[in-house]
T-cell receptor
Framework: KAGVTQTPRYLIKTRGQQVTLSCSPI?????VSWYQQTPGQGLQFLFE???????NKGNFPGRFSGRQFSNSRSEMNVSTLELGDSALYLC????????????FGPGTRLTVL | SQKIEQNSEALNIQEGKTATLTCNYT??????LQWYRQDPGRGPVFLLL?????KEKRKERLKVTFDTTLKQSLFHITASQPADSATYLC????????????FGTGTQLKVEL
């Protein structure tokens, strides 16, 4: 079974631009969560989608948004990029609604210049 | 305030010894706790999950304990090997939180020959 895939793997943007990251979960998984990882703050939860509905949201500004498609693939978007948005963005998928093993993708390394 | 603390210092141990990693939390009532391993530049990999009504879980050379009175989890790797060198993360899941995980800061483990 293929694992969680994320595209692109690396991205360089400049301040003020916007970016869209993509995540394809493991086949059959309907829950997709997004996390931001930085050296200073560690791994922080962004949001979770299940069956195309956002179920949970972390404490991030409205510039961070996401969506999930009917095939469970998910995208997250960051608008008006700031230097502090430079991070590793990780996507995780799981099979059931709650309290399940999370399978993480390799991440997208975003650098904002 | 809510906090999840792991060994702040890196842990260096000799091959063959048992590594013990600590995860302490305050102002949380987790429904379950998970441990992950993360290698540089990669996404976290799930190791073990333990629920609030469980005291101990084992998987091969790994053992996790969960003390909800002390608000602490201990993660043990017996007969450690250099290949066990990585960062280990604990993560809490809350009732009603879906698959949202709140992560600790991680402990870097180095197993030396």
């Amino acid at each position: 079974k293929a694992g969680v895939t994320q595209t692109p793997r690396y991205l360089i943007k400049t301040r003020g631009q916007q970016v869209t990251l993509s995540c394809s979960p493991i086949s059959g998984h309907r829950s997709v969560s997004w996390y931001q990882q930085t050296p200073g703050q560690g791994l922080q939860f962004l949001f979770e989608y299940f069956s195309e509905t956002q179920r949970n949201k972390g404490n991030f500004p409205g510039r961070f948004s996401g969506r999930q498609f009917s095939n469970s693939r998910s995208e997250m978007n960051v608008s008006t990029l700031e230097l502090g948005d430079s991070a590793l963005y990780l996507c995780a998928s799981s099979f059931v609604l709650a309290g399940d093993t999370q399978y993480f993708g390799p991440g997208t390394r975003l650098t904002v210049l | 305030s809510q906090k999840i603390e792991q060994n702040s210092e890196a842990l260096n141990i000799q091959e063959g010894k048992t590594a013990t990693l600590t995860c302490n939390y305050t102002n949380y009532s987790p429904a379950y706790l998970q441990w992950y391993r993360q290698d540089p530049g990669r996404g976290p990999v799930f190791l073990l999950l333990i629920r609030e009504n469980e005291k101990e879980k084992r998987k091969e050379r790994l053992k996790v304990t969960f003390d909800t009175t002390l608000k602490q989890s201990l993660f043990h790797i017996t007969a450690s090997q250099p290949a066990d060198s990585a960062t280990y993360l604990c993560a809490l899941g809350l009732t009603g939180g879906g698959n949202k995980l709140t992560f600790g800061t991680g402990t870097q483990l180095k197993v030396e020959l």
